[in-house]
């Protein structure tokens, strides 16, 4: 079952919803656990780039498909890629003269 949440925007300046400086590189992990014992965690970006998801299953025998991890391991695999992420991403970064 899917939750939808509505925001009310009204009085809400345009400049509040575009990304503030420094934001536009943000990367947040969000887990997901429709079933218990079962999920993944999501890696995504707020500049727009497509998110990268590892799944988890902490119960070996339900595993459908190759590359589902237990959850630790997805856990770590996805706070480790975020960190490499955004160490390239400060890496690209040149900061403007003047």
């Known amino acids: 079952m899917a939750v939808a949440a509505f925001l009310d925007l ?5 400049d509040e919803l575009t990304p503030r400086a420094g934001m536009s590189n943000r990367i947040r992990i969000f887990k997901h656990e429709a079933v218990h014992g079962r999920g ?9 780039r497509e998110s990268q998801f590892f799944y988890w299953d902490d119960i070996p025998d ?3 498909r190759p590359g589902v991890l237990d959850w630790e391991t997805a856990r770590e695999e996805a706070k480790a ?4 992420a955004r160490d390239r991403s400060k890496l690209e970064y040149t900061p403007r003269n003047g």
């Open 10 to 14: 009204r009085g809400i300046r345009a």
């Open 40 to 48: 993944s965690f999501e890696v995504w970006f707020a500049d727009g």
């Open 62 to 64: 339900r595993w459908l």
């Open 81 to 84: 890629f975020a960190k490499a």
